[in-house]
């Protein structure tokens, strides 16, 4: 890609740069606070906003509770 962000962005590498899902910021999503939605969210606030929740917290819920699943 050869688009330039603006002054200032030299060095940013736009295969890095996500838009957030939320709040439409754009972002390197190697610097996301989110840890498992780096992609989708800039981060954790973003993460939680729009899904209620985070995959962080749901995964360790789960872990948590190992609750036996009954066959189906
Ligand atoms: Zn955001």
Do not use: Q
Request: glycine share 8%.
């Amino acid at each position: 890609m050869e688009t330039s962000i603006g002054p200032g962005a030299v060095g940013v590498n736009l295969n890095h740069i996500k838009v957030c899902a939320r709040c439409g910021l754009r972002y390197d999503w190697r610097k996301s606070a989110s840890s498992t939605l780096k992609m989708t969210y800039c981060g954790a606030l973003c993460e939680r906003a729009d899904l209620g929740f985070t995959i962080d917290a749901l995964v360790r819920a789960e872990r948590i509770e190992k609750a036996p699943v009954p066959p189906l």
